[in-house]
């Protein structure tokens, strides 16, 4: 079945540290996105990409990084700058058509102490 | 003002209510709309799109309302399962999503 798999589902990290989290879809969507979702609050769009080798900062991308070089992978990376890290993270993507609907991965909760 | 809005609740309603949900939307030019539902630390999974002309799901409907920028969604029967944050989410012409903060349901026996 297509989809979009997020890992890992659970990350702790020391503050300081860099950190990794994997996004892949097998939908052949060109468009891909990173949420961040904090309790009680909603989605917040960190990066976005609606094609390889090109990205585009969202409303909150400081302290965060990405890259795009294959279709089916987008990586973020959580720096050492980002003051609250500590959130459920969400890669979506999405068709690009009219009224295509976003679809998630599973979700990477990172815990940064 | 927010792009999206949604009254976060919480909804408590008995099994067998129908309860409904709004949610209102401040671009005009927004073209598609979509209720997702969450679950407790889960990803949000797509309920149903809303078309201009009103839309059913088995026991959800969701309706569009341009003229006054809303969207409904209903759920008629209520089961325990439906407990769950319904989000709302609109998106534009450049394929940028905009979320409700979510309104929180909980059909009680």
């Known amino acids: 079945d297509g989809g979009i798999t997020q890992s890992p589902k659970y990350l702790f990290r020391k503050e300081g540290q860099n950190v990794t989290l994997s996004c892949e879809q097998n939908?052949?969507?060109?468009?891909m996105y990173w949420y961040r979702q904090d309790p009680g609050q909603g989605l917040r769009l960190i990066y976005y990409?609606?094609?390889?080798?090109?990205?585009q900062k969202g409303d909150i991308a400081e302290g965060y990084s990405v890259s795009r070089e294959k279709k089916e992978s987008f990586p973020l990376t959580v720096t050492s700058a980002q003051k609250n890290p500590t959130a459920f993270y969400l890669c979506?993507?999405?068709?690009?058509?009219?009224?295509?609907?976003?679809?998630f991965g599973n979700g990477t909760r990172l815990t940064v102490t | 003002r927010k792009e999206v809005e949604q009254d976060p609740g919480p909804f408590n309603v008995p099994e067998g209510a129908t309860v409904a949900f709004n949610c209102t939307y401040s671009?005009?030019?927004?073209?598609?709309f979509f209720w997702y539902r969450q679950d407790c630390r889960k990803e949000p999974k797509l309920l149903m799109s809303?078309?201009?002309s009103g839309n059913e799901d088995g026991r959800f409907t969701a309706q569009l309302n341009r003229a006054s920028q809303y969207i409904s969604l209903l759920i008629r029967d209520s089961k325990l399962s439906d407990s769950a944050t319904y989000l709302c989410?609109?998106?534009?012409?450049?394929?940028?999503?905009?979320f409700g903060t979510g309104t929180s349901l909980t059909v009680i026996p």
């Open positions: 809303v078309y201009s």
């Open positions: 939908l052949n969507h060109d468009a």
């Open positions: 990409s609606q094609i390889v080798n090109d990205f």
């Open positions: 989410v609109v998106s534009n012409t450049g394929n940028q999503f905009y």
């Open positions: 671009n005009s030019a927004s073209q598609s």
């Open positions: 979506a993507s999405d068709g690009r058509g009219y009224n295509s609907p976003l679809h």
